[in-house]
């Protein structure tokens, strides 16, 4: 995972991480003892399985169409929209086309 540095310096969320064909693309903007901010492009058809996470976590869809799957419900999310995956619950993510998320990970 590549790290962003953009301590102090406001910019365009959505460009500071680039699509790839057939992947899924991540960069760090933050990691401390609260938590983490990453940012994420899918390609279409691309996910994240189902899994579970001692801690909550906020998903920010910043552009595109994804699914996010809590505890077996779908949920269709559109940029701008946002939902909270909880913590313990089984959640999954997919691109229903090209989507970037930013993920808060929420530790404390």
Do not use: W
Request: glycine share 10%.
């Amino acid at each position: 995972m590549t790290a962003i540095n953009i301590m102090g310096e406001a910019k365009k969320l959505v460009g500071l991480v680039d699509y790839q064909d057939g992947a899924v693309v991540s960069k760090e903007i933050i990691r401390s003892g609260g938590g983490t901010v990453t940012l994420f492009a899918f390609d279409k058809g691309q996910g994240l399985s189902e899994h579970t996470a001692p801690f909550d976590a906020v998903v920010c869809n910043c552009d595109g169409k994804m699914e996010v799957i809590i505890s077996g419900k779908t949920h269709v999310l559109d940029a701008g929209d946002i939902i909270i995956m909880p913590a313990n619950k089984s959640h999954a993510v997919r691109a229903v086309e090209r989507f970037k998320m930013l993920l808060i990970m929420v530790r404390s």
